[in-house]
């Protein structure tokens, strides 16, 4: 009785529904080509359903996608970013993404989400330079210290020198959590106040406090 049950189950939507056409095959993730499917599955576990950030940036921001160009986008997701969370989504040979999704992923990013981008990002350059150490030190507490503690050893937010989370995160993360901020955390977003080399010096006072550099 069991077994004709799962049989009547099985069989249902074949007998039902005549014979399979094409259209019916399984996809192969390889050949999924949608952009909420791709992102959804891929970018939402680390950065928030459409975008809205979680246990990483957010990308629904403007900010951020006018600094950053599609270019290093392509080559962030092609190749991962070395040392921290951010995974190559070609070198894992698990479920590799394919040239022409990725592509998908950043058009429909761009696409979407690249709409009324404040008018200071488009002045800025997203890529880290080297900062000046004592400089930072003295624009953090300006900038920074009211939240985080002069020492940045934290107050009504949390260290950002604890080598335990630096060993998570890149310099240039640091750098664009600055200017973008995590406003889903709290965190302002501060490129209206900070320019280019400011944002610099800041990460390279940061930077000292890794426990390896
Ligand atoms: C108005 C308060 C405020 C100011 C000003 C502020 N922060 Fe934050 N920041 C936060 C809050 C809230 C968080 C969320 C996590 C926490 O509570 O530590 C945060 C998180 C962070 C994080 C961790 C983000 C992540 O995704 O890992 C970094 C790094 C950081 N801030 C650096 C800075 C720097 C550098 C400055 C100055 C340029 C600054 N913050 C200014 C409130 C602030
Ligand atoms: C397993 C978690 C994880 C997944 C999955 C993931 N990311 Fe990330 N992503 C991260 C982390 C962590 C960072 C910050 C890395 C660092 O510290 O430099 C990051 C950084 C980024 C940044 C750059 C932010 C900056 O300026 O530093 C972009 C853009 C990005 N991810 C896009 C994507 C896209 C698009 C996908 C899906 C194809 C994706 N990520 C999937 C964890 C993830």
Not at 28 to 41: G, K
Not at 175 to 181: N, S
Request: aromatic content about 6%; proline content about 5%.
């Amino acid at each position: 009785m069991i077994r004709l049950a799962i049989c009547a189950l099985f069989f249902l939507p074949l007998t039902s529904c005549g014979k399979p056409s094409i259209e019916d095959r399984p996809i192969r993730p390889s050949e999924v080509s949608d952009f909420n499917t791709l992102f959804s599955a891929r970018c939402a576990g680390c950065h928030g359903t459409q975008g809205a950030g979680s246990g990483s940036i957010a990308l629904h921001d403007a900010a951020l996608l006018q600094m950053m160009s599609k270019d290093t986008m392509v080559d962030l997701i092609t190749n991962g970013r070395e040392g921290t969370h951010m995974p190559s989504f070609q070198s894992n040979t698990g479920n590799p993404l394919t040239d022409a999704q990725i592509h998908v992923i950043v058009d429909g990013i761009y696409d979407s989400w690249d709409k009324n981008a404040p008018p200071w990002s488009a002045s800025k350059r997203y890529e880290l330079q080297q900062g000046k150490i004592t400089r930072g030190q003295g624009a953090f507490a300006d900038m920074c210290g009211q939240c985080h503690g002069n020492d940045g050893l934290g107050a009504s937010a949390g260290s950002v020198v604890d080598p335990a989370y630096l060993e998570l995160v890149s310099a240039q993360y640091l750098r664009t959590v600055i200017l973008c901020g995590r406003p889903e955390l709290g965190m302002p977003a501060m490129g209206s106040k900070i320019d280019d080399r400011t944002a610099d010096d800041i990460v390279a006072w940061l930077q000292t406090f890794r426990s390896t550099q």
